[in-house]
């Protein structure tokens, strides 16, 4: 069953700490894209990554991180530095970067 | 920026109504893609428009592509209640997609 997966669906967060998303393909795509989700503001890109050991800044950086040391992986750590993370966010991938983006489920943060 | 704007942002129609959705640029789209996110849901690829003036339909789904390729349109024959959700446009450039905000989606039954 192909696929792209995110654990967990939601996870909670106290002030101060960094938290991991996770992001797996086996879709075996090169790219693959992390997004914010906010109410009415749509989807907005954080980092993108078109081939393994490879990542860019996308148009809301700051805060995050992510690494793409393997194919099918790509996870986005939630820093400290992130002031308001509260959020839903979804992981994507695609054949490469010009073509359709198939979207995880998505990861509902919430900070306590 | 490279932005694509939406409108409406909101639509609430009756079942069996028609429903429209605009996405607009000031710059020339290389090519645009519409997505579709239920309630709750992630957003799933609907369609991808590539040539000047193009037009491609999916059952009760028509898309449009601007002749000057600065704008598309997302229309809806006769609404139903499994069409509830946003839709949202894409442009695609510099390796990367550009969404909009989105139409948030309403049907009455």
């Known amino acids: 069953d192909g696929g792209i997966t995110q654990s967990p669906k939601y996870l909670f967060r106290k002030e101060g700490q960094n938290v991991t998303l996770s992001c797996e393909q086996n879709l075996n795509h090169d790219a693959m894209y992390w997004y914010r989700q906010d109410p009415g503001q749509g989807l907005r890109l954080i980092y993108y990554s078109q081939i393994v050991n490879d990542f860019q800044k996308g148009d809301i950086a700051e805060g995050y991180s992510v690494s793409r040391e393997k194919k099918e992986s790509f996870p986005l750590t939630v820093t400290s530095a992130q002031k308001n993370p509260t959020a839903f966010y979804l992981c994507?991938?695609?054949?490469?970067?010009?073509?359709?983006?198939?979207f995880g489920p998505g990861t509902r943060l919430l900070v306590l | 920026g490279q932005q694509v704007m939406q409108i409406p942002q909101y639509q609430h129609v009756q079942e069996g109504e028609d429903f429209t959705t605009y996405c607009n640029s000031s710059t020339t789209l290389s090519n645009i893609q519409w997505y579709k996110q239920r309630p709750g849901g992630h957003p799933v690829f609907l369609i991808q428009?590539?040539?000047?003036?193009e037009v491609k339909k999916q059952k009760r789904l028509t898309f449009q592509f601007g002749e000057a390729k600065k704008n598309s349109s997302l229309h809806i024959t006769a609404t139903q209640t499994t069409d509830v959700g946003t839709y949202f446009c894409?442009?695609?450039?510099?390796?990367?997609?550009?969404f909009g905000k989105g139409t948030l989606l309403t049907v009455n039954p």
């Open positions: 894409a442009r695609g450039s510099n390796y990367k997609l550009t």
């Open positions: 428009l590539v040539k000047s003036g």
């Open positions: 994507a991938s695609s054949i490469d970067s010009q073509e359709t983006q198939y």
